[in-house]
């Protein structure tokens, strides 16, 4: 099962408003239910993947029927021996074909689905690696420090090995698609051994009461977008969707002064015809590429 999960770890930058009508990509789920704190009307999501619709549809289910210590725990990132039981408690909330998915993979249910993701996986075994050249010790003293100047001073001074200098470089492209430079970024901000973020307290209740704002789109991106009417959409959080063949949809649909984020392949990939780019391109954090926000002008 190859769940696209890491790109909740991506930050968007995009704010959404009260009673905006959003259009966004599922991803791993818990972008799309930090959304409602901010209180939108709706938030349609769309997917190629109809594995990360049926995710959501879990995650949406699991809010509404959890507490957040339950949620955690389900998800997978708590510990956990009644995983199964709790998604008994959730399956009732889900669509008949989200039920039938998550049925056909319960070992995934009870190894907590918060680790099943293709990124989650391959950072686990990195993380297991690193512990293994460095000591768990060092690793646990390296994660305890609070600011970047810190981190760098440890990693001059005790984690630039000879055997990490030799064998660096090809650990990041075991495991990762971007280069090390980018991976020895995130290293030194603390995000490559944080642990994954979750919902805070205050996003969680917010998600469990406006959990009825989002709807799950399950047929094709190019067909939903056809079908809502012009000048309806005031912000689209795309991700790593493939926007080709949605570009006039986009416009067409966009309200004047509608925003939008996605990630392109280089900065001189344009936005959708209509629209024109907003401030800096910034990199994906563990993903190839960059994060490009655009705005269509009032």
Known sequence: MNLRQGSDWVVDGLETKADDAVVATAEGGDRVLRLLSTGPKRVAVID????????LALKVAAVKALS?????????????RRRRALFQRVRWLMPKDSDDFWLARLGAIDRGIAQQGEFERNLSSFRQLVRLVHGSKTVERFQALTTEAERREMYAREWQSRLWRTIGDRLWSRWFEVGAERLERLLLDGRLLAPAPT???AEFTAAKE??????IVTEAPHDYLHALPSDSVDAFLLGRLELKGLE?????????????????????????VG????GEPRDAGFFPGLLMAAVLPA
């Open 48 to 55: 190629r993947h109809p594995a990360q619709l049926h995710l």
């Open 68 to 80: 957040r210590g339950d949620y955690l725990e389900l998800m997978g990132n708590t510990a956990s």
């Open 199 to 201: 919902l805070s307290e």
């Open 210 to 215: 406006k959990a009825n704002r989002v709807l």
């Open 248 to 272: 006039g949809e986009l416009c067409r649909v966009a309200r004047r002064g509608a925003r939008m984020s996605y990630v392109a392949a280089s900065p001189e990939r344009r936005p959708p």
């Open 275 to 278: 629209f024109v780019p907003q």
